[in-house]
């Protein structure tokens, strides 16, 4: 059976407005000279699906590595991969992926010298914490990042900058109190304390078939959800209203995703072998993808939203050009299925997990291979990158979960205490935490740092498909086999939350980039909407 994985965005005009909230009167921020410039970065919530289990030969469970990549030219990406093989390795077995991205930022115009135009993006929401840098220089987009990891709430805000500044020509005195006005926003943010409590919203009967995946869009205006029925369908979050069907497929619609942040266009991988690239306001479809000679069972766009890659088990995974809608480069090297494909923040990396025990890193301009991650001895259910882009995590059936340095593919150390596969893993969007979703019922929260487990959330009575930070960094979410999704304190595994109501195993879950709205899709055939 198969999960899919999702990534979600949001339209300009809210990006812009929201920003404009958090910028002083009269900064004129919020426009580039040719009009509104989204400005993505932290990943947020989408969600990662996956897929129910149909009979008994092959079973998959949902797993959703979520690697960020640094705010460096872009926008960190989450996605979420996992997978439970049964019996033997059957090609017309499923897979599980999910995909989760969320971005935003904020943009702040600044004019130099009437030369430079520079473009100063500095992310308002409290999860993301840094700052990206986007100039033009000499007809070329660059960007930096500043990382702000370490910001707390009494961190002085004013030494903070100019400490920034001293090392970053970009932030001029002209724009450093923009600047400190977003830092202490963040700051405040950081301080709200947080009790929510969630309640049962509304109740989709999405599809007349098992839904395969479902992922929010940044804001989480929206999702999708992708079926059995050869169709993904755009819902109405705030109504649970369906929005339109993206019909076209041959076959089940297994891996689906927004092209986060912008979230105008959705891409649709299947079993038919082929990819699609849809219109989200018109649910067009772009263009069809097609070379691959097997199932299709994940795909991700880059932050940039110029490509999009997909996986498939014929073992290897492709780049698409979204414009041209011809295809770039074949990633060949792998001996096995791939399952679990991400690409990193500035989109000159993409990292490729195969049932053949390894993860690849290629360069994304070249297509060739430039690591193999080799020590795992099971199949591999997750992998991504953390924020800045220095660490990778992988997770596999072999119970273990390992950090490798993602410059030069060396093995860092290998995360234990699980006594069944691991399905599940992800960083938290500042990348300081490892959260671990197992077969055997519990999941478990590592430093990223220290390496140590810092806590054990136990309490489900089957195994845990599917695990995800709240934007803050806080909570945890997890979905299990028991029908049950859980909300958890990420720093001492107690359960706040039951979330129950499902007749069937939950296979995804998921939080909007606000972290106030949570999506669970389950084999019930049902999505259901928390607020």
Known sequence: MVAGRSPGPAAEDEAEAAAAALLPAGCGAGRGEAGPVPCPVSGCAGTAGLGPRVGTAVGLVAGAPV??????????????????????????????????????????????DGQLRKYLFITFFFFFKGIILEYVQGGEPKTRSIDLLDLRPDTDAIALVEEIQKGEPLITASCKEHVIHLVRRLQEKLEEKEDHKFYLFKVLRAHILPLTNVAFNKSGSCFITGSYDRTCKVWDTASGEELRTLEGHGNVVYAIAFNNPYGDKIATGSFDKTCKLWSTETGKCYHTFRGHSAEIVCLSFNLQSTLVATGSMDTTAKLWDIEKGEEIVTLSGHSAEIIALSFNTTGDRIITGSFDHTVAVWD?????????????????????????????????????????????????????????????????????????????GSARVYNAETKKCIAKLEGHGGEISKVCFNPKGNRILTASSDKTARLWDAATGHCLQILEGHTDEIFSCAFNYKGDIIITGSKDNTCRIWH
């Not at 995360?415 to 938290?428: A, K, N, P, Q, R």
Request: proline share 1%; glycine share 10%.
């Open 67 to 112: 690697r960020e990549a640094r705010g460096v030219g872009g926008f960190p990406v989450m996605e979420n991969h996992a997978l439970k093989s049964y019996a033997a390795k059957l090609s017309s077995s499923f897979v599980i992926n999910s995909v989760r991205r969320l971005n935003e930022f904020s943009e702040v115009k600044q004019d130099g």
């Open 364 to 440: 994304v301009g070249t297509g060739r291979m430039l690591h193999t991650l080799i020590g795992h001895r099971g199949e591999i259910s997750s992998a991504q990158f953390n924020w800045d882009c220095s660490l990778i995590v992988t997770g596999s059936m072999d119970k273990t979960c390992m950090l490798w340095n993602a410059m030069t593919g060396t093995h860092i150390a290998t995360l234990t205490g699980h006594s069944d596969e691991i399905l599940d893993v992800c960083f938290d969007y500042a990348g300081q935490r490892i959260a671990t979703a197992s077969a055997d």
